[in-house]
């Protein structure tokens, strides 16, 4: 390689750094001084580094590396590439810029606090390219000399995205290959937990770009105690076995990387990809397609992109998201919004081709919904389905879980109603049994300590329990700046009892948040203020819908003048009030409805 070309740099390190502020000084003067491009991310936990620029001058900066002890034993993963073109995918990638960033976590393992966090240390035992190349050839070879392997002792795991593994991904024969199907890395804690007897008693292979995403996966599958500790990583990534291993050995298709590169590929010339229009063979991120609901990339020929420039991915087709306009397609085909000219390309159901948007229809809004003290996503979504169902040609919902994780408890009672609350004198039922339940503020004794078992309340129910749930915005906040990130855009906020106290909170919080979470509307349904400083200062200026119930007494568990308190700290002229004579709900029948949609109308 001439040392005037073009490289790219990778290496991470997960180490204790004391003194941020001098590492951070030490790569903006670095990079700069090198005219090194990309991202660099720093924590207390350690870096995650990803730049481009002159060989040569990458290879100073390993050497400047090199020089301090933190990274003795540090995986320098440097490669060489075209110059990036200064286009949308360079600028996507953040390779037209130096961006130094002090981050909590170098890579983000969950959206919400796990009950048992990874411990790096604890991670899987690294395999090396050829480590890990010999176990998978060793379990062909058992096949071909007919004594086949214990599928269920070995089992390959992807530790990447969906849009990832769809270029390409590992393939042995006689292995099994886990793909959890997730759009980002947050969503597999929830996947391991899920599927956690798909990996009990198993020798887990787990691979993912470059070997960080598994550190990390490694170590929260190991951390599940007795039947799981037999966890191996593929040291340095598919980037190091490709190098390895140029024909491709067991990878099939093309290594995605986050920068303008896009892809990687061995010698291999197959294509693993198919367009999600027509399933012609294509492997092509640059366009940079994405899901017009959740805006995962994918992958869109270039004659379809012609025809369209709107698309739902499988994940959202699969778990049959409410889209509105947007039609479904029958026999599995994955779905995408045509021109009324093209749909005979696709299908010639009447019933749909009614429901095709024009091109220029407008774009519906995204709300998002936080749910109550001990509810979680999936309930309240149950629970507002009426609502979803009579809104969906105006806006979407989005549900999410709030951060703080509550411990199964129930009341000792003969009246339980809870079908996960057993009856008096009963051993509760175990937690798998029944959904998670979440919090955006807890009680200050609250320990953050999920206990595994249920246990009795040691006092009644307390009615009025709300009003002592006072801690854990910090931890709520950024929990939501991380939503705003990742899921977002979002026009509004709905909230609902508690989720609407945080949901005012955010409002509350004014220009503090701008640029992060950012709100052109909230709807707090059953709220109350919480008795933080934040709800003392001056009226806050944000349009606002509140929905309570009018009469003391018809909402058991928030009153209307505490809702009605809530609603006198908006601004006058920025808050619109529905009373109701209902109890703890959202209604969604005439006149209520109506006054929901004029409200929403405003921002279409």
């Known amino acids: 390689m001439s040392k005037d070309e073009y490289g790219v740099l990778l290496y991470y390190k997960f180490a204790s750094i004391t003194d941020l502020n001098s590492l951070f000084s030490f790569y903006h003067s670095n990079c700069n001084s090198l005219g090194l491009l990309g991202r660099v991310r720093l924590s207390p936990n350690g870096v995650n580094v990803t730049v481009g620029g002159l060989l040569s001058a990458l290879e100073k900066h390993i050497e400047a590396v090199k020089s301090n002890s933190l990274f003795q034993g540090t995986d320098f993963k440097l490669a060489s590439s075209h110059h990036p073109l200064n286009d949308k995918v360079a600028v996507e990638c953040g390779f037209t810029s130096l961006s130094i960033r002090v981050v909590k976590e170098l890579v983000t393992f969950s959206s919400y606090p796990l009950l048992n966090p990874p411990e790096v240390s604890n991670a899987g035992r690294h395999l090396s390219a050829a480590e890990f190349h010999s176990v998978l050839q060793s379990a062909r070879q058992l096949m071909k000399n007919g004594s086949p392997t214990d599928d269920k002792q070995l089992v390959l795991l992807d530790a990447r995205n969906l849009y990832e593994t769809r270029i390409g991904k590992f393939h042995a024969p006689s292995v099994e290959t886990l793909d959890p199907g997730i759009r980002q890395y947050s969503d597999l804690p929830s996947w391991i937990d899920d599927n956690s007897e798909l990996l009990r008693g198993k020798h887990v292979l787990m691979y993912c770009t470059g070997g960080i995403r598994c550190e990390m996966a490694s170590a929260y599958i190991r ?97 049959r998201m409410d889209f509105g306009s947007i039609p479904s397609v029958e026999d599995g085909e994955l779905a995408t919004v045509l021109d009324k000219n093209d749909l005979k390309t696709v299908c010639s159901d009447s019933k749909i081709s009614s429901q095709l948007p024009s091109r220029n229809a407008p774009r519906k809004l995204r709300i998002l919904c936080l749910h109550g003290f001990r509810q979680n996503a999936s309930s309240f979504k149950g629970r507002s389905a009426s609502l979803a169902k009579k809104l969906k040609s105006i806006a979407e919902l989005v549900f999410i879980d709030a951060p703080h994780e509550l411990p199964f408890i129930y009341q000792s009672c003969t009246e339980a109603k809870n079908s996960c609350a057993p009856p008096s004198g009963q051993h509760a039922p175990p937690p798998e049994n029944c959904k998670r339940k979440y919090a955006w503020s807890v009680a200050s004794d609250f320990g953050g300590k999920v206990e595994a078992d249920w246990k009795i309340a040691n006092q009644p129910f307390d009615p009025l329990q709300y009003q002592g749930q006072t801690d854990g915005f910090d931890v709520s906040l950024a929990y939501l700046k991380k939503m705003f990130s990742e899921q977002g855009p979002f026009d509004g906020i709905l909230g609902f009892s508690q989720g609407a106290a945080m949901a005012a909170l955010l409002c509350a919080q004014g220009d503090k948040l701008k640029g992060e979470i950012d709100l052109r509307f909230v709807i707090l349904c059953s709220g109350f203020a919480l008795p933080l400083a934040d709800f003392g200062q001056k009226p806050i200026n944000c349009p606002s819908l509140h929905i309570f119930g009018s009469d003391p007494g018809k909402d058991r568990q928030i009153t209307s003048h505490t809702s009605r308190y809530l609603a006198s700290r908006f601004e006058d002229g920025c808050s619109v009030i529905i009373e109701h004579e209902f109890g703890h709900i959202i209604p969604t029948r005439s006149p209520y409805m109506d006054n929901i949609k004029d409200f929403l109308r405003r921002f279409l």
């Open 223 to 319: 951390s599940k105690g007795a039947g799981f500790e037999n966890v191996f990583q593929l040291y340095g990534g598919i980037q190091r076995y490709l190098e390895q291993f140029p024909d491709g050995g067991f990878f099939r298709g093309k290594n995605f990387v986050f920068d303008h590169r896009i892809s990687v590929g061995s010698s291999d010339t197959s294509i693993m990809g198919a367009c999600l229009i027509c399933g012609s063979s294509y492997d092509n991120y640059s366009s940079r397609c994405r899901c017009t609901h959740c805006r995962i990339l994918v992958l869109v020929c270039d004659s379809c992109q012609i025809k369209s420039d709107a698309y739902v991915c499988e994940l959202c087709q699969k778990h």
